[in-house]
Structures are given as C-alpha cells and as structure tokens.
C-alpha cells in the first residue's frame, strides 16, 4: 500500500508540474508588449514609501533596467527612462548610478534620441555634477554628452552653440583634472582651448596636467605643445612689450623716434615688458 501511495503522490506531482509548466507557457505566448509606465507621480512615492526612501529607490531601480532591457527587445523608444530617473532620484537623491544611467539610457536608445531628449539627459548630468562636484566620470559624462551627442544634433545657427560648447569643454577640463575620462581627453582640451583662442588656458591645463597623466605617448605629445606654447607665448609677450613701449612713446614723446626715445624713457619702465616676455 505504501508503494501504491509513493507512485500516486509522484505521478500526481507530475502532473502538476506538467500543468504549470503549460500554463507559464500560455501565459508568456499570450503576453504583449505594452510600454505603459504605472508609477504614481515622485511627490506621492515619497509618501508611499513610509520613510523608506532608499528602499524604494532600489526597488524601482531593478524595475527601471528590465524596462530598459525590454524596449531594446521591442525595439522601443525608452520613452519613460527620465519618469524612472526622476522618481529614483526624488527618493534618493545620492543615487549616483542613476544620474548616469539616465545620462546613457536616454541617449543610446534603439529608434535613436532627438536633441530635445539628449538635452534632458544633459540635464540630469548637470544635477549629477552639481550633486557630486568631485566626481571625475560625471563630469566626463556631461562632458562627452554635450560635445559628441548634443551638439552634432543641433542645426549649425542654433544659438545655444556657443554656450553649450564652452560648458561641454568646462566639464571634459574638470574631468581630466579629476583623472577621468580617456588618456587622449587632456590632448582634447587642449585643442579646444586653442580654437577658442584661449591659448593661456591651454598652456596653464597642459603645465597641470603633464604631473596627472600616466601614458608615455600623451606625455610625449604634452611635452612637444608645451614647447610650442612657451615659444608662442614668449613671442605674444614680447609683441606686447613692444606695443606698450611704442604706446607711452606716442603718450609722452611723439616727436622722438623709438630708438631715441628707448634712452629717453624711464629705464625700468621700458625693460619691464621685455623681462615678462622672457
């Protein structure tokens, strides 16, 4: 009997077993896919969340990467990633992955992102750095977004190019000071220092950051523009020194020509240019 009832329970087992596993198989082939975002507004969850803040932050954050898994799926357009960010972040806002998985999540998306959707990336970014001013790969992020994603998208005589260029190259200065970013991002700075015309800004970067980097190909190149710098520099001084020499000559003699006026004028006067040009 005991046998009888051994070989009963197991073929009844099986046959739940066999019946779930049908019924988890219907349920999936009947499944849709809907992108439907079912979270209250973020002032109610800090309410619902009974002083759990971070609690409930975690939790959304595990639903917020499946939701994104599932739109790269269906080929969706990750319409609802800065509702997530914005409730993660109302909750808790030291959550740091989550300023720079919106920064990613609503950019890299599979039906691509228009520039109105990148600048609210660029925004979320700009809390992160606002929020963790010492952290290099944020910085970098803003950065990298603003320059290589941001600006490509806009039309040439967008007005906030020029803004959104010098802030793009604030936050790549500030994350190479800080270590971040690629070993090629201070050659970068540099670079778009100089088209700004900003050439003691690039000397003064490329003076801190020679200590900072580590690989032997970028501190060579460093080396060769610092060259170059210092020797541009000198010139600029010296250009200067004769402009200020020729500008009190006109001032104070106007009648004496230059190589007269240099044994007329006040000694100190006259070699202080020269001595900061050198």
Known sequence: ???VAVVAVLALAGGIWSLRTRAMEHYLATQTYEDIYYLPPPDW??????????ALADLIWLRALIYFGDEFENRGAVKHVFNYGDSMLALDPDFRRVYRWVGVAGVYTPT?????TIARAVDV???GVERFPGDGQLAWDAGATISYELLPNLPKDDPSRARLEAEGN???????????????LVL????SLRKLGETDRELRHLEEMYAIVRDPRVKARIEIRLSQLRDEAY????????????????????????????FVADPVDVTRGLEDAS
């Open 1 to 3: 009997m005991r046998a």
């Open 45 to 54: 969850l800090q309410v619902m969340s009974l002083g759990y803040r971070r």
């Open 112 to 116: 691509g992102s228009p520039p109105e």
């Open 125 to 127: 970014l700009r809390r």
């Open 170 to 184: 604030e936050y790549m200065l500030a994350a190479a000071r800080l270590g971040a970013g690629p070993p090629w």
């Open 188 to 191: 970068t700075n540099a670079t």
């Open 235 to 262: 010139a600029e001084a010296f250009r200067r020194a004769n402009e200020e020499f020729e500008q009190r000559r006109r001032e104070e003699f106007p009648y004496l020509p230059p190589t007269l006026y240099f």
